[in-house]
Each structure stands twice: as C-alpha cells, then as structure tokens.
C-alpha cells in the first residue's frame, strides 16, 4: 500500500526558514515524480513544485521560486521541501504528492500533509 | 495559466439525489488532461477521475466524468453518506498544473 508522510511543519517568524519532508513506502520511490501541494486554511489547492524521479527536472510555482528548493533521496525513500524566505501567505498545509511515471501529470497519492504557519 | 472555473459553489443535495459538478477551463485542456478529486474535511485529496473520464484504481462505478477542450462534468450518479465533501478539478495539459477552487457538496 502506497503511504506518504510528511512531517516537519510548525510556527515560523516571517523571513524565516523550515525544511519539510515526507517519506514514502509500498511503492519503488525512485520511478516516480513527486510534489509538493499546499492548501492555505480554508482555500483551495495549489500546485508548488515537481521532483522527477532522478532530480534532473525541477519545476516551482511563480509565488515560491527563488525561495524554496525541493529535493530527494531516492536511497531513503524521502522527499523534502527547503522554505526560505517564508510569508505569511505561505502559511498552509503542505502536502507531497506522487506524479505519475514520467510525467507531470495527475496526482494518485497524497499524504495527510504538515501545517506550516508563518506569523510573527 | 490555465484558469478553472468550478459551479456551483455549492450544491444542497439529499442522499439518493444525483449531483453534476461543472469545471470551465478558460482555454483548452489539451488532451482533456483533466482530473478530479474529492476531499472530505480534514483529510487529503483523493483522486477520483483523470483523463476527464478515467475512475482511478477502488472509486465507485458511481462517480463518473465526462467533457472535452474547456467544458467538464463530475457526475455522482446517487450520493452516499461519505459522498458530501468538496471536489476540486484539475489540469495537467499545461504548466503550471492549475486546481479549481472546488465544489461543496452538502447535505439539504
């Protein structure tokens, strides 16, 4: 059974930083693409950034380029997510979410994700 | 970017009842490259159709999707209990990969 949890999310002062991870279980972690999804309280979804399996294709959303940085470790089956430079709008659930094999596509998986809140 | 439009707002149905869910996209979808998802209070998304009418691996033969280029439907063909929840459409034709802003379905 495929499992995604993240962990790592918490209070935060506005320019601050937080690194979030997520690891994964029940699936090869290395021939997948993964995400990071996030939903402010209330909100709807959207979409922050895309891993590829091997790391050589990275893509970020416009509102958190420059300051936020996703990574892997395919050996350890985990993913993470460097938030620099944090604001008060980034204050969400964050959640990973698997990609389909090759391909930015849909989302078939998700975690129960991490709240980040960014107040002073 | 691609911008989704999701109608109703909200939709007050009684369990039994049949629920259609609209997403408009402001261009084409290409491909109809287009998923849906549920997601019940305090839980996570979970995929429920993509390819505009493709039911992703355990969803009921109840939920179904059809529509190409920039109009989609979610049909729930009769609600059950644990089917009141918000569904959010989604584009993966072009990027940035773009969410509706959902649909609540709530109980009348």
């Known amino acids: 059974e495929v499992h995604l949890v993240e962990s790592g999310g918490g209070l935060v002062q506005p320019g601050g930083s937080l690194r979030l991870s997520c690891a994964a279980s029940?699936?090869?972690?290395?021939?997948?693409?993964m995400n990071w999804v996030r939903q402010a309280p209330g909100k709807g979804l959207e979409w922050v950034s895309f891993?590829?399996?091997?790391?050589?294709?990275?893509y970020y959303a416009d509102s958190v380029k420059g300051r936020f940085t996703i990574s892997r470790d395919n050996a350890r089956n985990s993913l993470f997510l460097q938030m620099n430079s944090l604001r008060d709008d980034d204050s969400a659930v964050y959640y990973c979410?698997?990609?389909?094999?090759?391909?930015?596509?849909?989302?078939?998986?998700w975690g129960q994700g991490t709240l980040l809140t960014v107040s002073s | 970017e691609i911008v989704l439009t999701q109608s109703p707002g909200t939709l007050s149905l009684s369990p039994g009842e049949r629920a259609t869910l609209s997403c408009r996209a402001s261009?084409?979808?290409?491909?109809?490259?287009l998923a849906w998802y549920q997601q019940r209070p305090g839980q996570a998304p979970r995929l429920l159709i993509y390819?505009?009418?493709s039911r992703a691996t355990g969803i009921p033969d109840r939920f179904s999707g059809s529509g190409s280029v920039t109009d989609f439907t979610l049909t729930i063909s009769r609600l059950e209990p644990e089917d009141f929840a918000v569904y959010y459409c989604?584009?993966?034709?072009?990027?940035?990969?773009?969410f509706g802003l959902g649909t609540k379905v709530e109980i009348k």
């Open positions: 261009q084409s979808v290409s491909s109809n490259y």
């Open positions: 989604q584009q993966y034709g072009d990027s940035p990969r773009t």
């Open positions: 891993i590829s399996s091997s790391s050589d294709v990275i």
């Open positions: 390819g505009a009418s």
């Open positions: 029940g699936f090869t972690f290395r021939s997948y693409g």
């Open positions: 979410a698997r990609d389909q094999p090759g391909s930015c596509y849909y989302f078939d998986y």
